[in-house]
């Protein structure tokens, strides 16, 4: 399954390889706006309507459909991008919105054939099943990680008048919880954020297998008999 969805998402999901910049087809609509879209380090003159969102001015104007369109209500997270540093969902964005903004998909995390660190982590901890939340699950984890380091709190954090210094998994899942994985892999999504934040540094076990001595002493009612 991972390696179908591997093959599904293609380059854009992990591999992130170039992706050709296409000119929209057809004349520009009579109400068209000149857009500037600065993505992965390029700049793009677009002629765009403007009720565009930054999503479809990706995948439909210019080829980069590393970006996913899932609920396409702001609510699954599958088309999260970085503008300027920040998460965005950019189903909910316009494209005029971000005119002169830094836009990174998932398509400019790479270095070439060298994988963003975070990228390398989601193959490393098998975070991905189908792959199609995947690109929006590494560009919010990438931007997630620039938090942390501002000490920016969240939901979970105790106390909210101190930068936050400790990455905890309940930080991370909450964090990622606006990123749905219909395939259930958070546990691996976790690891792999927590693999990149630490720099590879071993985790402690936070769970073990029971032997059946101890599962004896527990002295548990039997189940499932008869009566």
Known sequence: M???????TGAGALLAGDAAAAAPTGAAPANAVPVTL???GASHALQLDPRTTLLD?????LALTGTKKGCDHGQCGACTVIVDGERRLSCLTLAAQ???EAVTTIEGLADGDRLHPMQAAFVEHDGFQCGYCTPGQICSAVALLSEIERGDASHVTADVSRKVTELTDAEV??????NICRCGAYPKIVAAIQDVHSGGAPRPLTWRYVGQDELLALNLPATGGAA
């Open 38 to 40: 600065r993505v992965n």
């Open 98 to 100: 971000v005119d002169g």
């Open 2 to 8: 991972s390696a179908a969805g591997l093959g599904a």
């Open 173 to 178: 899942r909450e964090r990622m919880s606006g």
């Open 57 to 61: 001015a990706l995948r439909e104007h």
